[in-house]
């Protein structure tokens, strides 16, 4: 008699045509973070204009706070989901609970607009923690204990945005700006800490012979920089230990960036664009030392870390995942230089045109909006097919 089977040793195909968006984090939190990058600044401008005047956040406020919350928590939210799980070899979220939190995303862009305060605070601070809970989860199940500073983060970024709310809502006395430099330095060590993964190793597998390295002292430095610049933004310490901890971090990340051998990279654009944006890093340092001697303008400082660094990071990483976890080649084609050149363009021209000629600075901001946005409105129209459909080698995810 015949020995019946009770399980198939291979792995279940998926059909490359199937809707696949709620397969794994990256799906859908890339497709409404590029959206919403893209149509966030048309959505500033009716506010300008007058056609959203009783929205509870508005102007600047709502700028940064979007951009910030909204755009970075969404792409940070859709990174750790999927590399979480290969961290781990345990589910992060999928299907309804996967659904579920991007529609909680989606709520909290939508009540920020609106004139419910309160429930549009209670609304949007609920998905860093939740975020947080639904990434500890696999990392508790499998002791991966490496990564438990990630679920920290979220929960930081959770507690600045809550704390933001809080400040606009009149409950605290403090400055929504104190919320926010918080927040960008939990965004920055998170930047920090990935780029030093990913990037010499992305180097050394793209670029034959490049040679990138990590140096454990430059390692160490460079983010102890990171959390020394978060400590004296939460106490708060005189300017000039901001300078000194900032000029330390600018000297430490221009050095690590250099181990990582950029120049070796300028055939490679799936390469190239996470070097240009990494070198956005050690200026947005010293540019916050530079303000806090008040030798410039924060604003500029705050813009070479979010249109520079994050822009730049964001659209790199995005194409990159994207392709290698729907099954495509690891190599960038020519609407993806667009978008890299777009992007970085963006933040070229929002931080140093007006740094240099500070009468153009209109000029700079209308320019570098429209740079980004066209950036991200073309990722979304060339991915978007990709990130809906199943993976074209039939593996889950």
Request: proline share 7%.
């Amino acid at each position: 008699m015949p020995l019946i089977p009770l399980e198939d040793p291979r792995p279940a195909r998926v059909d490359p045509r199937s809707f696949a968006l709620w397969a794994l984090g990256f799906r859908p939190f890339y497709l409404l973070a590029g959206g919403f990058a893209s149509l966030s600044i048309g959505l500033w401008a009716l506010q300008f204009a007058g056609w959203l005047p009783h929205a509870y956040l508005s102007g600047p406020a709502w700028h940064a706070h979007e951009m910030l919350f909204g755009f970075a928590l969404a792409v940070v939210v859709g990174f750790l989901f999927t590399a979480g799980r290969n961290w781990t070899n345990r589910p992060t979220p999928t299907g309804g609970g996967l659904a579920a939190l991007a529609l909680l995303w989606v709520a909290g862009r939508v009540l920020v607009l609106t004139p419910f305060g309160w429930t549009a605070a209670l609304v949007d601070s609920a998905f860093a923690p939740a975020a947080a809970i639904a990434l500890a989860v696999p990392f508790h199940a499998a002791r991966n204990r490496r990564n438990y500073f990630f679920v920290g983060l979220l929960l930081l970024l959770g507690a600045a945005n809550f704390s933001m709310h809080l400040s606009q809502l009149g409950v605290l006395d403090l400055p929504p700006l104190a919320s926010l430099q918080v927040a960008l330095d939990a965004v920055l060590f998170i930047m920090a800490v990935m780029a030093g993964r990913v990037v010499p190793m992305f180097t050394n597998n793209g670029v034959p012979g490049a040679g990138a390295q990590r140096e454990p002292r430059v390692e160490r430095v460079a983010l102890g920089a990171v959390l020394a610049l978060l400590a004296v933004d939460l106490l708060p310490l005189p300017p000039l230990a901001l300078v000194g901890v900032a000029l330390l971090g600018a000297l430490a990340h221009a050095l690590r960036w250099a181990l990582w051998r950029p120049w070796k990279t300028l055939r490679t654009p799936l390469v190239w664009v996470l070097h240009a944006a990494y070198a956005w890093i050690p200026l947005h340092l010293a540019l916050r030392a530079c303000a806090a001697l008040g030798w410039t303008s924060p604003s500029l400082a705050t813009h070479a870390l979010t249109a520079g660094a994050l822009g730049g990071l964001v659209i790199g990483m995005m194409s990159r995942t994207s392709r290698g976890h729907t099954g495509r080649p690891l190599r960038a084609d020519r609407i993806d230089v667009a978008c890299y050149l777009l992007v970085l363009g963006a933040a070229l021209l929002r931080v140093l045109l007006p740094w240099a000629w500070p009468a153009w600075t209109l000029v700079a901001v209308l320019a570098s909006a429209g740079l980004w946005s066209a950036g991200f409105a073309l990722f979304v129209f060339h991915y978007a097919p990709f990130l809906v459909r199943a993976r074209l080698d039939g593996r889950a995810g």
